[in-house]
Each structure stands twice: as structure tokens, then as C-alpha cells.
């Protein structure tokens, strides 16, 4: 699909990530409506993005009357970017149920609720696309991921079934995985380093994904360094192979480390 002169809903706007898929997409002509939670930061973003239409609107996504009002707010929209996500790191037993509540909420409810919500005009119009944000997480199931994991692991599957359903309608589906990213996003905000050999992507690759799904139509996009893209096609197979490689890497007390950094984003 192209690009240029599209109206792109992307939520999430206000993290790093949010922020270099809106530059790539306002560097190629869309006409954005930009989403978080807060407005100041978004005014900001729109005021360094090279496009001619950048709409903000803010909402919180753990509400479904605001993703209602968000809907309404971006009216007619060709392409949804739902990047917007909680960390959800940490056992489940650390989370209370409202903070359960909360996670799947933003990560899974949100995206599925804004899709229902536009796809009806999409699929009239015969053009269209989605791109949800998973991550590696929705592929591996590391330590200390119980719940995002099953945020991600469920995105996944809404995404590629949603994309059989779409076929023959001319509106698109991706998933993108991220891995570690390094620069911007939930996991670079923690200050964790990993062990030697394990690499992380810039929020730029991220970006490049997004825009490659929208225009070439993929259906799913990792982007990680090659040891961690294979990783994730050898856990489809041999999930215990895997999980016995991330242990001897120490990923126990990265993930904790990692969850302590982020408890106040719950």
C-alpha cells in the first residue's frame, strides 16, 4: 500500500519507538493522527515531524471509552499502527488483578477493538492496512514474561487469522517482532545491559519494518539480530531447547532486573 497522502492512525506516539515510526511515515508523505496519553509530548513530537497533516489526540488505551473516542477522533483512517504497549514484565504473581487488567488491555484489547472499529470502512473502501506490534516475546516466552508474553503470543494469533479473514478484501495485515531494542522504548528505559553476544535493533529498524509491512504487504517482519531471529524459528519446534539456551545466558536475572525497572509502569 502506499504510503504517501495516506491518514495513519499510530498510537503509542509518545515513546521512542512511537516516535521514529511517525518520522519514517511523515518522511513519506502520510497524514498522521498521533496517539498517547499525554499531550504536551505528542504537540512536541508534531512539531518535528516533516509532514503537512499531523493530528493529535490523546487517549488512554486501558479505557475502552477512550479507544472509543480515539476512533472517533481520526474519522476516516487507511492505515492503523498499533504500537501502544505496557511492559507487563515480572512474575504474575507480582501483578494485582487490576494491573492484569490493565496490560491486556493495552497490549491485546485496544488493538483488537481499534481494528473491529475501522476495519468496516477499509474493507468498503477495498484498501487498507494493519500493523500490530508484537515482539520476539509473542514467539519466545522468556522468564519473568508470563504476561506480556501472553499479550504478544495472543496478537500474534488475532493478527494472522484476521489476516485470512481479510483475504480477497484488499486491506493488509502485519505483525512486527521486536527484539531488544537499544536507544529508545521499555527496554532500553530500564539501563539493563545484556550479556555479550546477545544484540539488540535501533528504534529506526523498527520503523524501517512498519513502513516495509505497509508497502510490500508482509505478513510478519522480526526485527533482531540473526542469533535471535533464529532463536525464535528454533523455539517454534523445540521450545525446551530454547528456554535451556536463555537460562545459561542468565535470563532469569535479566528479567528480573528488567521487571524492577519497570514495576511503575504497571
Given at each position: 500500500?502506499k504510503i504517501?497522502?495516506a ?10 519507538i512511537?516516535g ?6 511523515a518522511?513519506?508523505g ?8 499525554r ?16 493530528e493529535c489526540?490523546?487517549a ?9 473516542e480515539?476512533v472517533?477522533a ?8 498499533a504500537n501502544a504497549?505496557?511492559p507487563?514484565s515480572?512474575p504474575?504473581l507480582?501483578?494485582t488483578?487490576?494491573q492484569?487488567?490493565?496490560?491486556l ?9 481499534l481494528a473491529r472499529?475501522?476495519?468496516?470502512a477499509?474493507?468498503?473502501r477495498?484498501?487498507?492496512?494493519l500493523?500490530?506490534m508484537?515482539?520476539?516475546a509473542g ?13 504478544k503470543?495472543?496478537l500474534r494469533?488475532f493478527?494472522?487469522a484476521?489476516r ?6 484488499g486491506v493488509?495485515?502485519t ?7 537499544r536507544e529508545?522504548g ?5 539501563g539493563v ?7 539488540t535493533?535501533t528504534?529506526?529498524q523498527?520503523?524501517?519494518?512498519v513502513?516495509a509491512?505497509?508497502e510490500r504487504?508482509k505478513?510478519e517482519?522480526?526485527?533482531a ?8 524459528r528454533?523455539?517454534a519446534?523445540?521450545?525446551s531447547?530454547v ?11 535479566i528479567?528480573?532486573?528488567?521487571a524492577?525497572?519497570?514495576a511503575?509502569?504497571?
Open positions: 500500500m504517501e497522502g491518514r495513519i492512525l499510530l498510537t503509542g506516539a509518545t515513546g521512542g512511537g521514529a515510526i511517525a518520522k519514517a511515515l518522511e513519506r502520510a497524514r498522521l493522527v498521533v496517539n498517547g496519553r499531550r504536551d509530548v505528542l504537540e512536541r513530537l508534531a512539531a518535528q515531524l516533516p509532514a503537512e497533516s499531523v489526540v490523546v488512554d488505551l486501558a479505557d475502552p471509552t477512550q479507544v472509543d480515539l472517533a481520526a474519522g476516516a483512517v487507511d492505515v492503523l499502527v504497549a505496557l507487563a515480572g504474575i507480582d501483578f488483578p487490576e492484569i487488567d490493565r496490560a488491555a493495552v497490549n491485546l484489547r485496544a488493538p483488537i477493538a472499529a475501522l476495519l468496516p477499509m474493507i468498503e477495498g484498501s487498507g492496512h500493523v500490530f508484537s515482539s520476539l514467539k519466545v516466552a522468556p522468564p519473568g514474561s508470563a504476561l506480556y508474553s501472553a499479550t503470543f495472543g494469533g493478527a494472522l484476521l485470512e479473514d481479510l483475504h480477497g478484501t493488509g495485515v505483525a512486527i517482532f521486536p527484539g531488544f531494542v529508545a521499555m527496554f532500553a528505559e530500564t545491559r545484556l550479556p555479550r553476544g546477545v544484540g535493533s528504534p529506526e523498527v520503523a524501517r519494518a513502513v509491512g505497509i504487504g505478513v517482519i522480526d526485527v539480530p540473526l542469533p535471535m531471529r533464529a532463536g525464535a528454533i523455539a519446534v523445540a521450545p531447547l528456554a535451556s539456551v536463555q537460562r545459561r545466558l542468565g535470563s532469569r536475572e528479567a528480573q532486573r528488567v524492577r525497572a519497570q511503575h509502569k504497571r
